[in-house]
């Protein structure tokens, strides 16, 4: 267990709609990650977040957005579904925004687009 | 553009042989060099490499870093049903910005 908590777990919904994925950073991290992991894609970074501010942008689509909150939760919205969306959403956290720090994986929310 | 290339894609063995996984990388603005370990969720860290010719071990694990020659190599000893799994390897660009590559995946068979 890395500390890192994700919820829900699953997620099915149908194309068109908008889904919120959320994180909770280990205790003491202030940076947290998303992820997108498709079978076609591999691992690919989204967006990162430090102490409430956008640091980092990765190949993040228009229709999703994400944000940090005060209490260094985050949320990553996805909005107008496509089946191509469907994929596995990690969340990583870490002490430092920078690259001296390892990231730890939470579970992991499967969204499934149907 | 930015690539990062692990061999072999898949690779199966038998219990205790011991395996050597390589990841190749061009990155800009490289900074330093994680291994994971992914199982049936999430990725599970190993190593963070940053300087060149270190070896960093853990238990039957170690991982070496080149910065000359741009490559990594993950090298698991006297092999055992639980390492299987899909290793993947991670340059880090500034504020920690992962380029993951596809990934080995390793069946260790009884």
């Known amino acids: 267990d890395s500390g890192v908590t994700q919820t829900p777990k699953h997620l099915i919904t149908a194309t068109g709609q908008r889904v919120t994925l959320r994180c909770s950073p280990r205790?003491?991290?202030?940076?947290v990650y998303w992820y997108q992991q498709s079978l076609d894609q591999g691992l690919q970074f989204l967006i990162q977040?430090?102490?409430?501010?956008?640091?980092a942008k990765g190949n993040i689509l228009e229709r999703f957005s994400a944000q940090q909150f005060p209490d260094l939760h985050s949320e990553l919205n996805l909005s107008s579904l496509e089946l191509g969306d469907s994929a596995l959403y990690f969340c990583?956290?870490?002490?430092?925004?920078?690259?001296?720090?390892?990231?730890?994986f939470g579970p992991g929310t499967r969204l499934t687009v149907t | 553009e930015d690539k990062v290339v692990q061999s072999p894609l898949s690779l199966v063995v038998h219990e205790g042989d011991t395996v050597t996984l390589n990841c190749s990388y061009e990155v800009t603005n490289f900074r330093s060099l994680l291994w994971y370990k992914q199982e049936k969720k999430a990725p599970t860290f190993l190593f963070m490499l940053?300087?060149?010719?270190i070896e960093k071990k853990s238990g039957r694990l170690s991982s070496i870093l080149d910065k000359k020659e741009l490559f990594s190599i993950l090298n698991i000893t006297a092999t055992q049903t639980g390492d299987s799994a899909v290793y993947l390897c991670?340059?880090?660009?500034?504020?920690?910005?992962?380029?993951f590559g596809q990934g080995t995946t390793l069946q260790v068979k009884p």
């Open positions: 991670a340059p880090v660009q500034p504020l920690g910005k992962l380029i």
């Open positions: 990583a956290s870490s002490v430092s925004p920078d690259s001296t720090y390892e990231q730890y």
């Open positions: 205790s003491g991290d202030l940076s």
């Open positions: 940053t300087s060149s010719g």
């Open positions: 977040y430090y102490n409430g501010e956008e640091r």
